[in-house]
């Protein structure tokens, strides 16, 4: 049974940074992609920043130049580094791995609360 556990989020003030991590544990392969999404109240999930297994990387607009996600094959485990944090960047970010194997096999984490405030 595939787990995504999720750790390091906080409450911390605007201009701030966080790192966000994610290991996977019971899997014996490597993922396709991983990736990270966040909901705030109110709002529908929204895709953050994904890396494929080949290292490529996608990333919201909204968080271009300010958010950069990396992975470790080795350790299954998936990265969200998170510089000048706004308060709109408040939301609860959810960890997101999917391998294609005759078919798509998608996990998620329990979520981690982000919060930026003075």
């Known amino acids: 049974q595939v787990q995504l556990v999720e750790s390091g989020g906080g409450l911390v003030q605007p201009g701030g940074s966080l790192r966000l991590s994610c290991a996977a544990s019971?899997?014996?392969?490597?993922?396709?992609?991983m990736g990270w999404y966040r909901q705030a109240p109110g709002k529908q999930r929204e895709s953050v920043a994904t890396i494929f297994s080949g290292g490529s990387t996608n990333y919201a607009d909204s968080v271009k130049g300010r958010f950069t996600i990396s992975r470790d094959n080795a350790k299954n485990t998936v990265y969200l580094q998170m510089n000048s944090l706004k308060p709109e960047d408040t939301a609860v970010y959810y960890c997101?791995?999917?391998?294609?194997?005759?078919?798509?096999?998608?996990?998620w984490g329990q979520g981690t609360q982000v919060t930026v405030s003075s």
């Open positions: 997101n791995a999917v391998r294609v194997y005759y078919t798509v096999y998608d996990y």
């Open positions: 019971g899997s014996t392969f490597n993922f396709n992609r």
